[in-house]
């Protein structure tokens, strides 16, 4: 949700946050002045995205501590044990890379993937205990096993099922927005 990062311009975080296929573009110029000219207003013009590759600038900046603040007040069983935090925090900070154009540089095989995924699902499991299914960290981390699905999809040349694992998130979030978010 843009408007609410209030120690950001709106210019800022239209440029590094949304793909350049948009921002550069002549015909989405408009909405994107409209956009800036109603933050200033007592109504501004809320704008929420779905998309989740991890590419946005506030993605690359802030996830990382985001989520593992999240992890360390919610006490989950799992992250008691071992080095369960650093591992997932490890392979968080692999898919950022990856999704930061940097997929020459990720660590991550389709295994370790995988490994990541199943962390998450068990996170996601001893979460639901605690919250229901529309906190905003729940489905940040869905979108991150969204992410993470796509990626072995992409490692494994299967561009049909990299596009179908992202087409199927986006999905997920856009329903996630309409009824939990903005219902």
Known sequence: ELTSHNEYSIDSLIQKNIYPVWTKCTQCSNIFQYIKLKSSTTSPLILSGFDNQLMGN???????????????????????????????????SSLLQYYKGVAGKSSMTPIAIKSFIATIDTTLNQLSTRHSNDNFYFAVLNCIN??????????????????????????????????????
């Open 146 to 183: 969204g992410a993470a699905r796509q990626m072995i999809a992409e490692l494994n040349k299967e561009h049909f099922a990299a596009d179908q694992a992202r087409d199927e998130q986006m999905a997920e979030n856009l329903i996630w927005l309409i009824n939990s978010k903005y219902p």
């Open 58 to 92: 506030l993605s690359q900046q802030k996830l990382i501590i985001e989520i593992s603040n999240f992890l360390d007040t919610s006490h989950l069983p799992l992250f008691q044990v071992g080095k369960t935090k650093i591992d997932f925090i490890q392979h968080l």
